[in-house]
């Protein structure tokens, strides 16, 4: 299939009290049309502030990208004039944002909020704009979606305003929908419903999606590949089932041991990761995740290993060992 | 084997809390009825989970079983004492043996206390523990839950979320209590240190010899954790069993909707999962429906669901189900 987007080098920093905070530190990855691509991580690892710089939504100050091209239909997202960015994101390129509570605006009606990239992107009378927002509103499943237009954010419940944040992301049909996480928020339930809801429109509108989560658990069902984020960097990359089956990086290993699985027969001591998450004063010279890992050895105390490609195709490692041996390649 | 010792029986408690109109003469207009009607044990040293949707009453019965809330009606029996009944000073020297973990560390930590006070308080309350002897105890809890005996005078906010929750579990143990009432404990952490902290509660209860109930909505940590379960829907407990019975064997719709709708790490499997997809939002809890209160989203629900309120009835051995039917059974 053809390449949709290509993220090449982005690197970008904040500047803060304490100095200049190295959150994304050169993340390259291409998406393909109709791909789903789910982005793993804990917090602060730099997977959403990657796809905002990519969108330019970063604050700056203290915001900045310092580095990288993001090519979308032959354009760099990065270089392109305000007006040319505007007209791609919330048309070509949409955002589900994590929570469902803070990201309406509670002084307008869902109506207008679920109308308005509409009416934006495609000048649309307000009659036309909220005929559509009625379509979407009923595609994600809101029951009597006419009647509700006027209805304001606190009168939804949490999952229906995640399925009206969607509605909105889509009113567009964009080609790309990055979703930061948004089921984060909502009861096990509920994800389920978004989830499936998500599988069907994109089956059937045929858009790339990329799943920003912290739950390796959601996107074994819905992604087709997987970039896993550490200090600032992919540290591996794999089509889903091989992530899964057969994770190579220390830190893969390790989130995949703290969950507990529900077909698990007897007990098995969960394995956590000890210790924290760096903080990315500088960019890190060793490998990020050495001060955490059980297999650290002298070299990567002393060089940061880019991506490799180890056994499988499209399966890519930023690690100079290999987990199952415990020696270096 | 021994037999099960009961450390907490909870029985017929309801807590409703009143809707209230009006400003110089206000009356009730309704209640929320959080809790209504629940029943349970807690045998001595083991771990009861509490699942449940947000709003379904689980934090509410976990306060109230702590006379955190007074309950409106039923009893929490603990160790012979009936809580509800106990007052003042009794009351506060029962509280010593029951003490809870809260959610959110960011906010149960007071941020203008030093690690030592608020680990130090509740020592000074109950006058367990006065002056170095105190300070030692403290530095002796750090420890214990993997912490550096010299964090004693940092505050909170020097803390990462998951060493904050390690304080909150420290302040729980200050008093040497015998149940801990954990209400979600790990859902405000990520993945990696979530596992850290349920090792840490899984090791303080083989050496400590603690209880715990465990409350979240995570279904497959409070399978990790937990010996029995309990499913909490719409302020009533649905279903009640032994964890591994409870996974293999769900016998009420809504337990099985809840087991269906959590997503498995594993690709291979989700791809041949189908789920039960439970439609629509939880009904209010101030006019719960009447009869079966998960009738309104139940596929298999009958004339006699909105009629008849279903009997908590054991059927089969210590699995407790609130259900008209045998749906399940093989």
Known sequence: MAELLKVEGLETHFQTREGVIHAVNGVSFNLKEGETLGIVGESGCGKSVSMMSML????????????????????????????????????????????????????????????????VHHKAGKK???????????????????????????????????????AMGLICEPQILIADEPTTALDVTIQAQIIELVKRLRDELGMAIIWITHDLGIIAGLADRVNVMYGGYIIETAPVKDIYKNPQHPYTIGLLGSLP???????????????????????????????????????????????????????????????????EY | MTEKQVLLKVENLYKHFPIKKGIV?????????????????????????????SGCGKSTTGRTILQLYRPTSGSVVFEGDDLTKLKGENLRRKRRDLQMIFQDPYASLNPRMTVGQ???????????????????????????????????????????GGQRQRIGVARALALEPKLIVCDEPISALDVSIQAQVVNLLEDLQSTLGLTYLFIAHDLSMVRHISDRIAVMYLGIIVELADRNELYANPRHPYTQALLS????????????????????????????????????????????????????????????????????SQ
């Open chain 1, 128 to 166: 036309e704009a909220l005929d559509r927002a009625v379509k979407y509103l009923e595609l994600v499943g809101i029951p009597n979606a006419r009647e509700r237009l006027s209805d304001y954010p606190h009168q939804f419940s949490g999952g229906m305003r995640q399925r009206a944040m969607i």
């Open chain 2, 118 to 160: 608020i680990i130090g308080e509740p020592m000074e309350i109950h006058g367990t523990y006065k002056g170095a002897a105190q300070t030692k105890r403290v530095q002796d809890l750090l420890q214990l839950v993997g912490l550096n005996g010299a964090f004693a005078n940092r505050y909170p906010h020097e803390f990462s």
């Open chain 2, 25 to 53: 003469f206000s009356k009730q207009t309704g209640a929320v009825h959080a809790v209504d009607g629940i029943s349970f044990n807690i045998y001595n040293g083991e771990t009861l989970g509490l699942v449940g949707e």
């Open chain 1, 261 to 327: 699985r529900m077909d698990e027969t007897g007990y098995r001591r969960l394995t956590s990761i000890d210790g924290l998450p760096p903080i990315l004063l500088e960019k890190p010279a060793t490998c990020p995740f050495e001060l955490r890992c059980r297999y650290a050895k002298e070299r990567c105390r002393k060089e940061n290993p880019g991506l490799m490609q180890v056994e499988g195709d499209g399966h890519f490692t930023a690690c100079w060992v290999n987990p199952k041996t415990g020696k």
């Open chain 2, 261 to 328: 709708a959590v997503p498995y790490p594993d690709p291979f499997v989700e791809e041949k999962r189908k789920r039960i997809i439970l439609e629509g939002d939880v009904p209010s809890p101030v006019n719960p429906p009447i009869g079966c209160r998960f009738r309104t989203r139940c596929q298999y629900a009958k004339g006699i669901c909105a009629e008849e309120k279903p009997a908590f009835r054991e059927i089969s051995k210590d699995h407790f189900v609130a259900c008209h039917f045998d749906i399940f």
């Open chain 1, 56 to 119: 330019r939504l970063i604050p700056s100050p203290p915001g900045k990208v310092v580095a990288g091209k993001a090519l979308f239909e032959g354009n760099d997202l990065l270089t392109i004039n305000d007006e040319q960015i505007r007209n791609i994101r919330g048309a070509k390129i949409s955002v589900v944002f994590q929570d469902p509570m803070t990201s309406f605006n509670p002084v307008l009606t869902i109506g207008d909020q679920v109308a308005e990239p509409y009416r």
